[in-house]
């Protein structure tokens, strides 16, 4: 796996932690599928939060030279994807986190604790 998606990951859940996402979980997928190494998945409160927890991921991967090949769900913000390649963002407001419970779909790939992406 490459130092580049730990490295991508680690800055989207600091983007993240500055906007106050709840429930951050990140699942190793690169033994499952060829979509990326890492999902990252949060949630927030309403609609704004979640726009703003997008918004700083964007921003921070901007600046350290990532940019998304799509972003997908803004506008309504109950499930936006921000696809990077190597890491796929999910932000969901807390209803339909639970009825898409991606941590069941994915459980064959690795949940990883976030304290791995500490320095």
């Given at each position: 796996m490459e130092q580049?998606?730990?490295?991508?990951?680690?800055?989207?859940?600091?983007?993240l932690e500055e906007k106050k996402a709840e429930d951050i979980r990140v699942i190793d997928i690169s033994q499952v599928t060829v979509l990326?190494?890492?999902?990252?998945?949060?949630d927030g409160s309403n609609r704004n939060q979640v726009q703003a927890m997008i918004d700083?991921?964007?921003?921070?991967?901007?600046?350290?030279?990532?940019?998304?090949?799509?972003?997908?769900?803004?506008?309504?913000a109950n499930w936006v994807l921000m696809d990077y390649s190597d890491i796929i963002v999910?932000?969901?407001?807390k209803e339909n986190r639970l009825f898409y419970d991606l941590e069941r779909i994915w459980r064959d790939g690795k949940t990883i604790s976030l304290n791995e992406f500490k320095d």
């Open positions: 580049n998606s730990k490295e991508m990951a680690k800055l989207a859940i600091l983007a990326a190494d890492y999902f990252i998945i949060a700083n991921v964007e921003e921070t991967l901007g600046k350290a030279g990532y940019t998304p090949k799509q972003i997908e769900g803004y506008q309504n999910h932000v969901f407001d």
